[in-house]
């Protein structure tokens, strides 16, 4: 979508209180402040007896996402891709946009990335938990488990475009010291996956003490829920990005909304 691109909804001019001309006028003169940033968990079709069926997006939702934003011109950059280049206003004139996926889940490999690649989306970024390395499936409590990527999928994958990045969990309760330890010693496990240093990172609940031993353990962008949008004024070391996390609901006038805030002076 250009920086010109309006979204109308059922006389949205009318409810800003702004006549069409002054509208397109307006964002006319808009420039693109930012990369949209979309974290989704699993994407696939459900698997009978799963207990994880309730956050698994539909093939149908996410390949008219994809439809969607390829329409509309979007490139595919991985997420320390986007925080790198957050401040180049070339960069941000090809419309990028991040897809960033949470979890070991081997439906990314199955369906999701397929997907992406049919549409024209060559990058993502995959925030695998390096506890999970090695592993065949995730068992739970009660319910069917579910398949995991293996390692020589995962080093696969980041020959192919996808960048590697360390998902943590139950970080707080620990000391300083065990945090830095156990984030340090996955990193080195990723890297050695990746062939390469991997310096992205998510926690589910990033606070200032998961933040500091991101930092410490040599990470340099984190991913953390928000409104959706990497805007080139963020700073901070580690960078802490705002994914907007898709559910199996999400709309496609959702994703629109929140890819519209890539635009200076959308108002919604």
Not at 20 to 29: A, I, K, N, T, V
Not at 88 to 98: E, N, R, S, V
Not at 115 to 143: D, I, V, Y
Not at 210 to 227: E, H, I, M, N, P
Request: glycine fraction near 10%; proline fraction near 7%; hydrophobic fraction near 40%.
């Amino acid at each position: 979508m250009s920086a010109g691109a309006v979204l109308f909804t059922g006389g949205g001019a009318a409810l800003l209180g702004l006549s069409g001309y002054g509208l397109w006028s307006s964002l006319r003169q808009a420039q693109v402040v930012g990369t949209p940033v979309l974290r989704y968990r699993l994407v696939g079709p459900p698997r009978p007896g799963s207990p994880l069926n309730e956050i698994r997006v539909p093939m149908s939702c996410f390949e008219a996402q994809l439809r969607h934003l390829a329409r509309r011109g979007h490139t595919a950059v991985t997420l320390s891709e986007a925080a790198e280049r957050r401040k180049d206003k070339a960069f941000l004139a090809t419309g990028p946009i991040a897809f960033v996926f949470e979890g070991p889940y081997r439906s990314f490999v199955e369906f999701a990335w397929p997907a992406l690649r049919e549409a024209g989306f060559g990058k993502a970024t995959l925030l695998f938990p390096p506890k999970a390395l090695g592993q065949t499936q995730l068992r739970f409590r009660r319910g069917r488990p579910e398949p995991i990527l293996q390692t020589e999928t995962l080093a696969r994958l980041t020959r192919a475009g996808v960048e590697l990045g360390l998902h943590a969990a139950g970080l707080d309760p620990q000391s300083d010291e065990e945090i830095q330890s156990e984030l340090s010693a996955g990193r080195m496990a990723l890297s050695s996956v990746a062939g390469e240093e991997i310096r992205t990172a998510a926690v589910p609940f990033s606070t200032p003490k998961a933040t500091r031993a991101l930092k410490r353990s040599g990470f340099t962008v984190v991913a953390a829920t928000g409104d959706g949008v990497l805007e080139r004024s963020l700073s901070g070391s580690p960078l802490v990005v705002p994914c907007f996390p898709i559910q199996p609901d999400t709309s496609l006038l959702d994703l629109s909304l929140v890819v519209s805030r890539r635009i200076e002076g959308a108002v919604w």
